[in-house]
């Protein structure tokens, strides 16, 4: 039996994912119009958009990133991005404006390029220190010995300091906030190892650990690389929400309307909202009629009626006719602004989520610590000598020091992020794969995530061709969603216009014309004087006779009913929440065999169902595309949004679906518990390392050859392991 649910209170193709990150960030530097293009998806795309825009006047360069879904813009100061976003659409893209000011602060992955360098240094230093080292182990001896020794300090003490700085950061900033995380033990590691072996070959001793301190480096840093790759994708969706924004407004005062920027607007100005363009405040429509496209904001399938009263928020599309509106609230104030601060919050709340990792290195540090200080203090009791209790000390925390534990989680995930990138998912969070193993329950948004978003006729043969000619010389003069629908399916089923004239548009009503001396009409049902039914429809009036409605349905996406057998067979709840109204949802979910179902929920609503769901102790995967669902996406315990959504419910969630099936969101909640189980195998590995090295250590037998390849061994045998996923 169908359960409405109620509020509670209170694959790509490879060869075109990016444009290379330099270019990309010279591009946003240089910008002056930034598009955001939801519905790119392939290489050709890319050589259309960016061919169209080069070839306008005044446009001096443009550049697209499919990964991003935006193209960067370098154009004349007299050129408009309303008139790039018309050419764009006249080739079949969707574009919305964005504030490239606000993008550039996102487009720098600095992070990346710091680790790399510190990576690629610690492996150069490596591979000499090793090359002397071997000639130490082959019997090289006195003058010799330490002559390479010296060579190797003045190697490895200069990369270490430069290489390790995010050890000793991280570290630093745990003992200030007197706690341990797994870097202490890499630093006190790493500092011990550096000392002893200064120390051992200022006295001309055996042996150095400098080849073991730099090998260290490069494998935690091999693994902080990792982990790092496999977000690099992640930004924050809050300023991808006031990048949404529209950057400027056309305000009307007594000397005619002039173009100004957004921040310039007070509360009280009339601000004129040509047809196509986006809300740029909250207000009240003063003068003019239209149809608004809410579905970016509630996820509502139809356009809605506009006329002089009614409230418009920022964000909103007006359609068909110019509105005036008079601003209620602007900047921080609107309700796209309140949207950001919700999303905001719930990103804070996701972040206190405690990896698999950071587990292990609240018990790992401190035994570790304790074990070598006992080391240390029962060698000198023993035999009476500082020297031989510190390498003792030393040997004892390289070789027990988190190189496997460090490599654990970012070989794994990233070998899984492999399998489902192949599969059309890209992963964007290192705990994302974590997360998605626990879930218990998947919440789906309707419009543009179930459904494809595009409306489709479907009763085109209840019409006669003639009757379909009219309809077609009618729609095909609108830019009305049902209208360019019907346009496209009387085209492709070889329907030819008719002979109508003196078409025009009547905004927020429909399109009327003369035909042979009649009056034809195609719109609203009041409009034509037919009564609306359940179903969504578009009426034609011919003369006098009756009209007649053309039916639309929103059609789902490729492996929609799939994706939900699946994952209710995997004993998962599914449940549809969407902000479109109860006759459409609740059709789908019988459609879909989804018990349970919640229409006509505001952005506030989606969220805060997520978050009495969590309350609950369920394990939330919401699944959405739209603005209103990005509040959701952030609050949930993992997300995903298909790539064809808006930047800023991509970047909400943490794995974005690059096809358009469905069907790999199953595949990878049953890929993320196998991942989750080789992590687990994984730390199981290391501890079974530590539990046969470290008595070698204690013992004294660990010499920095053995400590070295010991701890080697175990990051490769980790290394292996997480293959296995590929």
């Known amino acids: 039996m169908t359960a409405q649910l109620r509020p509670p209170s209170g694959a790509a193709c490879p060869g075109c994912l990016a444009t290379p990150q330099e270019a990309v960030r010279q591009t946003v530097r240089d910008a002056r119009i930034a598009l955001s293009l939801p519905s790119i998806h392939c290489q050709s795309?890319?050589?259309?958009?960016?061919?169209?825009?080069?070839?306008?006047?005044?446009?001096?360069?443009?550049?697209?990133?499919?990964?991003?879904?935006?193209a960067m813009i370098e154009a004349a100061p007299?050129?408009?991005?309303?008139?790039?976003?018309?050419?764009?659409?006249?080739?079949?893209?969707?574009?919305?404006?964005?504030?490239?000011?606000?993008?550039?602060?996102?487009?720098?992955?600095?992070?990346?390029?710091?680790?790399?360098?510190?990576?690629?240094?610690?492996?150069?230093?490596?591979?000499?220190?090793?090359?002397?080292?071997?000639?130490?182990?082959?019997g090289a001896g006195d003058a010799t010995r330490d002559l390479f020794h010296w060579i190797s300090a003045a190697i490895a003490l200069p990369a270490i300091a430069f290489s390790a700085q995010p050890f000793f950061r991280s570290a630093w900033g745990a003992l200030s906030a007197r706690r341990l995380n797994m870097d202490v033990p890499i630093v006190l590691a790493i500092v011990l190892a550096l000392a002893t072996s200064l120390w051992e070959t200022s006295l001309s001793g055996e042996h150095a650990y400098f080849d073991a301190a730099l090998a260290l480096t490069f494998f935690l840093l091999a693994g902080r690389y990792l982990d790092h790759r496999t977000r690099a994708m992640a930004r924050s969706a809050a300023q991808e929400l006031a990048a949404l924004e529209v950057p400027r407004a056309l305000r009307l005062s007594d000397g005619g309307e002039e173009e100004i920027a957004v921040a310039e607007l007070a509360v009280g100005d009339l601000v004129l909202v040509r047809p196509g363009g986006r809300m740029p405040v909250d207000g009240e429509i003063v003068s003019g009629r239209s149809e608004l496209d809410r579905s970016l904001l509630t996820g509502e399938t139809l356009p809605v009626f506009a006329e002089p009263g009614r409230a418009v928020s920022a964000g909103e599309v007006n359609l068909t006719g110019p509105l005036t509106v008079r601003?209620?609230?602007?900047?921080?104030?609107?309700s796209l602004h309140r949207m950001a601060d919700l999303v905001a919050i719930a990103e804070s709340g996701r972040s206190r989520y405690t990896s698999l990792a950071d587990s292990a290195a609240r018990l790992y540090a401190p035994g570790v610590h304790i074990l070598s200080a006992l080391s240390f203090l029962g060698w000198l009791l023993y035999s009476g000598d500082m020297r031989t209790a510190l390498n003792i000390a030393a040997a004892v925390l390289i070789i027990t020091c988190p190189c496997a534990l460090g490599l654990a989680v970012p070989a794994v995930t990233t070998a899984a992020s492999g399998r489902l990138f192949r599969k059309g998912l890209l992963i964007k969070d290192a705990t994302a794969l974590e997360r998605l193993a626990q879930v218990d329950t998947v919440v789906f948004d309707k419009t543009g995530t179930l459904t494809s978003g595009i409306p489709e006729c479907t009763n085109l043969g209840d019409l006669t061709r003639a009757d379909l000619g009219v309809a077609l010389a009618l729609a095909q003069a609108s830019a009305h969603p049902l209208s360019v629908a019907l346009a496209r399916s009387a085209r492709a089923a070889g329907i030819r216009p008719a002979d109508v004239t003196d078409i025009a548009e009547a905004p927020g009503y429909g399109t009327q014309g003369m035909l042979r001396g009649q009056r034809v009409r195609l719109g609203r049902a009041a409009w034509v004087g037919a009564a609306q039914g359940a179903q969504t429809a578009a009426w034609l009036q011919i003369g006098q006779r009756a009209p007649q409605a053309l039916l639309?349905?929103?059609?789902?996406?490729?492996?929609?009913?799939?994706?939900?057998?699946?994952?209710?067979?995997?004993?998962?709840?599914?449940?549809?929440?969407?902000?479109?109204?109860?006759?459409?949802?609740?059709?789908?979910?019988?459609?879909?065999?989804?018990?349970?179902?919640?229409?006509?929920?505001?952005?506030?609503?989606?969220?805060?169902?997520?978050?009495?769901?969590?309350?609950?102790?369920?394990?939330?995967?919401?699944?959405?595309?739209?603005?209103?669902?990005?509040?959701?996406?952030?609050?949930?315990?993992?997300?995903?949004?298909?790539?064809?959504?808006?930047?800023?419910?991509?970047?909400?969630?943490?794995?974005?679906?690059?096809?358009?099936?469905?069907?790999?969101?199953?595949?990878?909640?049953?890929?993320?518990?196998?991942a989750t189980s080789r992590i687990r195998e994984?730390?199981?590995?290391?501890?079974?390392?530590?539990?046969?090295?470290?008595?070698?250590?204690?013992?004294?037998?660990?010499?920095?050859?053995?400590?070295?390849?010991?701890?080697?061994?175990?990051?490769?045998?980790?290394?292996?392991?997480?293959?296995?996923l590929r």
């Open 45 to 70: 795309c890319i050589s259309a958009v960016e061919g169209a825009l080069n070839a306008q006047p005044g446009v001096i360069g443009a550049r697209v990133n499919l990964t991003l879904k935006r």
């Open 78 to 138: 007299d050129l408009r991005a309303a008139d790039l976003i018309a050419v764009l659409e006249g080739i079949g893209y969707e574009a919305h404006e964005l504030d490239p000011g606000t993008l550039s602060a996102t487009e720098n992955d600095r992070a990346g390029r710091d680790l790399l360098m510190r990576l690629a240094v610690a492996g150069f230093a490596s591979m000499n220190v090793m090359l002397l080292s071997v000639s130490v182990w082959s």
């Open 327 to 334: 601003a209620t609230a602007v900047g921080q104030d609107t």
């Open 552 to 674: 639309f349905c929103d059609g789902l996406r490729p492996g929609a009913e799939r994706a939900v057998r699946e994952l209710q067979a995997a004993g998962k709840e599914v449940l549809l929440i969407s902000g479109d109204g109860a006759g459409a949802v609740g059709a789908l979910a019988e459609r879909l065999g989804i018990g349970k179902w919640l229409a006509e929920a505001l952005p506030q609503d989606k969220a805060a169902r997520i978050a009495d769901l969590s309350a609950r102790g369920r394990r939330v995967l919401m699944v959405g595309d739209g603005l209103n669902d990005t509040a959701a996406l952030a609050a949930a315990h993992v997300s995903i949004s298909p790539a064809s959504a808006l930047d800023a419910a991509r970047v909400a969630s943490d794995i974005v679906l690059l096809g358009r099936d469905l069907s790999p969101i199953a595949q990878a909640c049953d890929t993320a518990t196998k």
């Open 682 to 724: 994984n730390f199981r590995i290391a501890t079974l390392y530590n539990v046969i090295a470290v008595p070698l250590a204690v013992a004294g037998l660990a010499t920095p050859l053995i400590a070295a390849l010991a701890m080697s061994i175990s990051s490769i045998t980790v290394s292996l392991n997480a293959l296995r």
